[in-house]
């Protein structure tokens, strides 16, 4: 079994900064990528970043290409997501996954067997 936790997330202005931490635990952490989502209040969970956790190949979503940059310390065991330049409607809870065999769409959260429980990332105006 995985267990994930994330931390890093709080209260920031526009245009500034933060970095989440996904740490995980339990069995040797191998997955085959590790991913960010987010959620919203009102809103259903979107897909943010995700990493090729071996050859650490990224993919963004559309709204956080050149701002949001994900990566990972596999001897930690830990992958990060530095947001800057952040902005109001980047307010949401963040949760880090695992997808433990190959999907098709990394894009898709049932694409992902493993989930932390989520920091909060408000960002005002």
């Known amino acids: 079994q995985v267990q994930l936790v994330e931390s890093g997330g709080g209260l920031v202005q526009a245009g500034g900064s933060l970095r989440l931490s996904c740490a995980a635990s339990g069995r040797a952490f191998s997955p085959y990528r590790m991913g960010w989502f987010r959620q919203a209040p009102g809103k259903e969970r979107e897909f943010v970043a995700a990493?090729?956790?071996?050859?650490?190949?990224?993919y963004y979503a559309d709204s956080v290409k050149g701002r949001f940059t994900i990566s990972r310390d596999s001897a930690k065991n830990t992958g990060y997501l530095q947001m800057n330049s952040l902005k109001p409607e980047d307010t949401a809870v963040y949760y880090c996954?695992?997808?433990?065999?190959?999907?098709?769409?990394?894009?898709?959260?049932?694409?992902?067997?493993?989930w932390g429980q989520g920091t909060q990332v408000t960002v005002s105006s």
């Open positions: 990493l090729r956790w071996t050859f650490s190949s990224t």
């Open positions: 996954a695992a997808e433990v065999s190959y999907h098709a769409n990394y894009a898709r959260s049932d694409s992902y067997a493993y």
